[in-house]
């Protein structure tokens, strides 16, 4: 069974442009939950969908959004990068919600640096 | 009341040794606490995870030690190994709300 797969893996920005992720999750699993990793924050939730609705968001500006198909694939996009968006965008999926029923499995991430 | 603590911050057991990474958190609505391991350039990974009706769960070599009343729960990794060596988050999630809170992460190194 393939695991969450993540694209691109590596890309670079600069300040003020805009950058779509996108996520597919494992075969069957219906909830998508976006994290963002630094060294100096850690893992920090942004937005879980399932069913194709958001069901929870993170503290984060507007300018973080995200969506989910159809076929449980997620995209999620930046608007207006900051240097401070430089991150590691983790996807993770799980067959139910996720967090509290069920393992969430994490791909690989998208490391996004921003110039 | 949303945050995890997490200590230490970095930690060098010898093989062989037991490993302790400590969390804390506040928001006693908190109801699933899971241990996540991640090694260098891949995602999180679950390693373990107890509810609160729980005090103890062991899995092999991973045992998670849970104290409700002083809202505290640990990591303990028997017979570490180099193997081992990667970042350890704890975290903490309530019902319903699909979204995990993670510790600040343990860099653990394991020395041949």
């Known amino acids: 069974k393939a695991g969450v797969t993540q694209t691109p893996r590596y890309l670079i920005k600069t300040r003020g442009q805009q950058v779509t992720l996108s996520c597919s999750p494992i075969?069957?699993?219906?909830?998508v939950s976006w994290y963002q990793q630094t060294p100096g924050q850690g893992l920090q939730f942004l937005f879980e969908y399932f069913s194709e609705t958001q069901r929870n968001k993170g503290n984060f500006p507007g300018r973080f959004s995200g969506r989910q198909f159809s076929n449980s694939r997620s995209e999620m996009n930046v608007s207006t990068l900051e240097l401070g968006d430089s991150a590691l965008y983790l996807c993770?999926?799980?067959?139910?919600?996720?967090?509290?029923?069920?393992?969430?499995?994490f791909g690989e991430g998208s490391r996004l640096t921003v110039l | 009341q949303q945050q995890v603590k997490q200590s230490p911050q970095s930690l060098i057991v010898q093989k062989g040794g037991i490993s302790i990474i400590n969390c804390a958190y506040e928001n006693t609505a908190f109801d699933y606490f899971p241990w996540y391991q991640q090694f260098p350039g891949k995602g999180p990974a679950l390693l373990i995870a107890i509810r609160p009706d729980v005090s103890e769960k062991k899995e092999g070599r991973f045992t998670i030690s849970f104290n409700k009343s002083a809202k505290q729960f640990s990591l303990h990794i028997m017979d570490s190994q180099p193997g081992d060596s990667a970042t350890y988050f704890c975290?903490?999630?309530?019902?319903?709300?699909?979204?995990?809170?993670f510790g600040q992460g343990t860099t653990l190194q394991v020395k041949p």
């Open positions: 993770a999926s799980s067959f139910n919600r996720g967090g509290n029923t069920g393992e969430l499995f």
């Open positions: 075969s069957g699993h219906r909830s």
């Open positions: 975290a903490a999630s309530m019902s319903n709300t699909g979204k995990l809170i």
